[in-house]
């Protein structure tokens, strides 16, 4: 394995923390999913073809870490809360803390399908093609999916405001 390789993945590893944030929502699991998608990637370095895109390749070890650990958590039947929503219960930022746990608690409410799509393209930024890539779905697929997305995350922020009221 090369140094450049793994210069490389280092470099990606702020964009790959930030989608895994955005689909576990929790800042512990994201880092253990980041690792673990590293440690896979530099085993596994010879799988990865020069001259393709690493991010893409990168996003897919990230998406099916988490997969993994979505599906070994539901057999293990345990259930975590997230220790970041009292993290600043009656300090300035409550307010902004208080929009972001909504927004986060929307998102959780989202099929899994949806919160992958968001990661990638609304939180990340990537481009519609790179995504559906990285997801290994069709870009219309993609396309009608973050529509959907958007949809029912606008809705559950409304349902929250107009109940607030």
């Given at each position: 394995m090369s140094n450049s390789l793994e210069n490389d993945i280092a470099a990606l590893l702020p964009r790959l923390r930030r989608f895994a944030r955005?689909?576990?929502?929790?800042?512990?699991?994201a880092d253990d999913v980041v690792?673990?998608?590293?440690?896979?990637a530099l085993t596994r370095s010879a799988q990865w073809e020069p001259g393709t895109r690493l991010d893409s390749w990168m996003f897919r070890i990230v998406k099916n870490a988490w997969i993994d650990e979505v599906r070994a958590r539901a057999r293990r039947d345990q259930l975590?809360?997230?220790e970041e929503e009292g993290e600043h219960v009656g300090d300035d930022r409550a307010e902004a803390q208080q929009q972001r746990m909504a927004i986060e608690?929307?998102?959780?409410r989202l099929s899994e399908e949806h919160r992958m799509v968001i990661g990638l393209v609304l939180?990340?930024?990537?481009?519609?093609?790179?995504?559906?890539e990285v997801l290994e779905i069709p870009m219309g697929t993609l396309t009608s999916r973050l529509a959907r997305a958007r949809e029912a995350l606008q809705a559950l922020l409304s349902d929250r405001t107009r109940n607030k009221e």
């Amino acid at each position: 394995m090369s140094n450049s390789l793994e210069n490389d993945i280092a470099a990606l590893l702020p964009r790959l923390r930030r989608f895994a944030r955005s689909i576990t929502f929790h800042r512990e699991d994201a880092d253990d999913v980041v690792q673990i998608a590293v440690e896979r990637a530099l085993t596994r370095s010879a799988q990865w073809e020069p001259g393709t895109r690493l991010d893409s390749w990168m996003f897919r070890i990230v998406k099916n870490a988490w997969i993994d650990e979505v599906r070994a958590r539901a057999r293990r039947d345990q259930l975590f809360a997230p220790e970041e929503e009292g993290e600043h219960v009656g300090d300035d930022r409550a307010e902004a803390q208080q929009q972001r746990m909504a927004i986060e608690q929307a998102l959780r409410r989202l099929s899994e399908e949806h919160r992958m799509v968001i990661g990638l393209v609304l939180v990340d930024g990537m481009p519609y093609k790179e995504a559906a890539e990285v997801l290994e779905i069709p870009m219309g697929t993609l396309t009608s999916r973050l529509a959907r997305a958007r949809e029912a995350l606008q809705a559950l922020l409304s349902d929250r405001t107009r109940n607030k009221e």
